[in-house]
């Protein structure tokens, strides 16, 4: 029979093994804490939380652009039912900003606090 060694609870992977059917509510025990256990010691890790961490990071950013690309859509799409309603023209059809307004807008300013 193979085992694999996760943590010491190799003996009790054998002992389940080995177990009648007259004991499965023991052994569900048995299991439970097994896995109680085993998730604990990857609790433990610091690879394996640094591996979350990440994971969960890029996945959150997944989501976060997602919500982005969609709002923008839904916005466009709002938009272009207004004009039409309000009998405007199309956004494509607008001139171009002046050129102080887009350079403003590609530079960061910093953000005003209010001080009460």
Known sequence: MRCRRFGGHQAQAVEFKKSGPGEETGT??????????TIGSFADNPEIQQLITTQTT??????VEEVRER?????????????????RKPRYQLPSPPLAV??????LRPVRTVSK
Not at 102 to 107: D, I, L, S, V
Request: no cysteine.
């Open 28 to 37: 569900l025990v048995a299991i439970n804490e097994t896995v109680d256990d």
């Open 102 to 107: 887009q350079n403003r807008a590609k530079t």
């Open 58 to 63: 890029g996945l959150v950013e997944e989501i």
């Open 71 to 87: 709002t923008v859509g839904a916005d466009l799409f709002l938009e272009g039912i207004v004009r039409m309603i309000l009998r």
